[in-house]
């Protein structure tokens, strides 16, 4: 039994008297269970829904679609199996998963957590990117390369949880002492500092890595570890890239092993992945092309570049919510303790003597899946497109355009330097308020 499963497995709430009472039903039901001798647990595992990560910040409104319920999003809020994470215009939101991901939404962007699988030795992630811009980071067990440049995605300092905060480092100044505020100082190689200490602790103990399964509309994208950029644009194309991480300064690089499976009924042919570099994929999910980068790309992507504090934040987090996710191999505990079933046992195959694992199963079973059920979703869409331009009806096209991007990289701007003084010791003086000054020389970089 899971934890806070009941111990009943009816449904008092929901029962319908006729039926519960009439004889036949009964009859009925009974011999469906003596046929099945695991009936009870195939239930449980059903009706089983797990919690797959904790909301780290939001800007503006967030909303999280539960069942038939909405709410709005908050520092800790809880996200479980089958939750779609929306954000509306100018909203922004970073999300951390038990395994140690990070996800982040842009404005307009929509992401449903389909399933998180704790395995023995890996564990699984299935989502599906449904519209918007969406960063995908899984973690990495590098350490990061220091420095004095201020983190790029501003618009959530301070965060909630305090010791993510970069460090400051109070400075006397004299008035005539303008050079010397002009100097970096150490207060940011202070925190990658602390924030490669927090990672090799945490080290110690997370040993597995993540399998991702990100379902688009027009394609599904899986990997090893991934650290990737997803466009996706509704009713459109979609782009993506996958990153080695060395551009987001990580100190030992590595090569992401990632595929493309395409759409169509028949169509099971896949593509390996090169990373760092954008991908374009057609409406039907047909056709993979690589592309140069748009410069609007290039600007989506900085906003991520330099993060530390929401980093920091993740290996917080993991300390306190990750450990059953990488250190509990036992099944009756983690599903006990935890409400987690437990992955990666030996099933036999269907056909032929060899084995496989469940975990390998069900990766089998998703990539046909969802190339047939979304491969249907593009015809039908495509049906009702054709429906509607026929009767000479507007059908508003999704674009990708600076709405993404365009309150981050204001926030970015406008904030003052990272390295920061505290301002008792030293007049303020004009100079250092004029913006066209402070770009001359070489403030903002």
């Known amino acids: 039994m899971y934890r806070d499963q009941s111990k009943s497995l009816i449904e008092w709430g929901k029962l319908d008297e006729k039926e519960w009472l009439d004889f036949y039903s009964w009859k009925k039901d009974l011999k469906e269970k003596e046929e099945t001798p695991n009936w009870e647990r195939i239930v449980r595992d059903r009706d089983l829904i797990e919690d797959v990560g904790r909301v780290i910040a939001c800007v503006g409104e967030c909303r999280i679609y539960r069942g038939e319920t909405s709410y709005a999003v908050t ?3 809880d996200i479980k199996e089958g939750d779609e994470l929306l954000t509306t215009a100018d909203s922004y939101v970073w999300v951390f998963l038990f395994d140690g991901t990070l996800v982040r939404l842009a404005p307009d962007s929509s992401i ?9 030795e890996n564990n699984f992630l299935h989502v599906r990117m449904n519209a918007g811009n969406i960063f995908w980071m899984n973690r990495n067990a590098s350490p990061y390369s220091g420095s004095q440049l201020k983190e790029t995605d501003t618009l959530f300092l301070p965060l909630e949880l305090h010791d993510a905060n970069p460090r400051q480092l109070k400075r006397e100044f004299a008035d005539d002492e303008l050079f010397k505020y002009l100097e970096n100082d150490t207060a940011k190689v202070t925190q990658y500092e602390v924030l490669n200490q927090s990672i090799e602790k945490n080290n110690q103990w997370v040993k597995k890595k993540t399998k991702s399964f990100i379902v688009l509309p027009n394609g599904n994208v899986m990997g090893d570890n991934l650290i990737a950029e997803f466009i996706v644009l509704l009713g459109g194309k979609s782009y993506f890239k996958t990153k080695t991480g060395d551009n987001l300064g990580l100190t030992r690089t590595y090569t992401p092993i990632a595929t493309f499976t395409f759409r169509g009924f028949e169509n099971t042919e896949s593509e390996s992945i090169l990373p760092n570099i954008w991908y374009e994929v057609e409406e039907r999910g047909r056709e993979i092309a690589q592309i140069n980068e748009p410069r609007e ?4 992507e900085y906003v991520t570049k330099r993060i530390p504090s929401i980093i ?3 290996e917080i987090l993991m300390e306190q919510y990750s450990s059953f996710a990488h250190t509990i191999t036992d099944r009756e505990e983690l599903a006990v303790k ?6 990666e046992f030996p099933e036999r195959a269907t056909e032929g003597n ?3 694992l469940d975990l390998e199963k069900r990766i089998d079973f998703l990539t046909e899946y969802t190339r047939r059920i979304e ?6 869409a495509r049906k009702i497109r054709e429906r509607l331009k026929s009767r000479g009806e507007t059908i508003l096209t999704y674009e990708y355009s600076d709405r993404f991007y365009k309150k981050a990289l204001a926030n ?5 330097e990272a390295w920061r003084e505290d301002q008792e010791y030293i007049e303020d003086l004009n100079s250092t308020k004029k913006t066209l000054w402070k770009n001359m020389h070489g403030i903002y970089r």
């Open 297 to 300: 790309f290039r600007i989506g």
């Open 412 to 416: 970015y701007f406008i904030t003052r």
């Open 75 to 77: 520092f800790r809020s």
């Open 112 to 120: 449903s957590f389909k399933e998180i699988n704790i395995g023995i």
């Open 375 to 380: 491969t249907t979703n593009l015809m039908a």
């Open 354 to 356: 060899e084995e496989k």
């Open 338 to 343: 935890y409400g987690y079933r437990l992955w």
């Open 312 to 314: 920091q934040a993740r």
